[in-house]
Nanobody, 113 residues
Framework: VQLQASGGGLVQAGGSLRLSCAASGTFFRINDMGWYRQAPGKQRELVTSITSGGSTNYADSVKGRFTISRDNAKNTVDLQMNDLKPEDTAVYYC????????WGQGTLVTVSS
């Protein structure tokens, strides 16, 4: 499975960005899809995830601001990020779970104050 993420960049506080991730390759079934992030000097943390049935889970720090969605037919997962804050600055990684975990290459999100 290969994951291609896109959509990172530089934005001012209060702005919005949308991240996208597409999975390709040979696999039987994708279970959960999600987004993690890693800020400088910190451990990678779960931002949000979504099951194949559409149930979502969000970190408390992003609830009400971020929205995850997926397209099962296209094997894509998107992350709409609104009201961005400087503390959201990090490298964001998409994650896809089949029988194994797969990771995208990471896309940098920088939020300036």
């Amino acid at each position: 499975v290969q994951l291609q993420a896109s959509g990172g960049g530089l934005v001012q506080a209060g702005g919005s960005l949308r991240l996208s991730c597409a999975a390709s390759g040979t696999f039987f079934r994708i279970n959960d899809m999600g987004w993690y992030r890693q800020a400088p000097g910190k451990q990678r943390e779960l931002v949000t995830s979504i099951t194949s049935g559409g149930s979502t889970n969000y970190a408390d720090s992003v609830k009400g601001r971020f929205t995850i969605s997926r397209d099962n037919a296209k094997n894509t997962v998107d992350l709409q990020m609104n009201d961005l804050k400087p503390e959201d600055t990090a490298v964001y990684y998409c994650n896809v779970r089949t029988s194994f975990d797969y990771w995208g290459q990471g896309t940098l999100v920088t939020v300036s104050s």
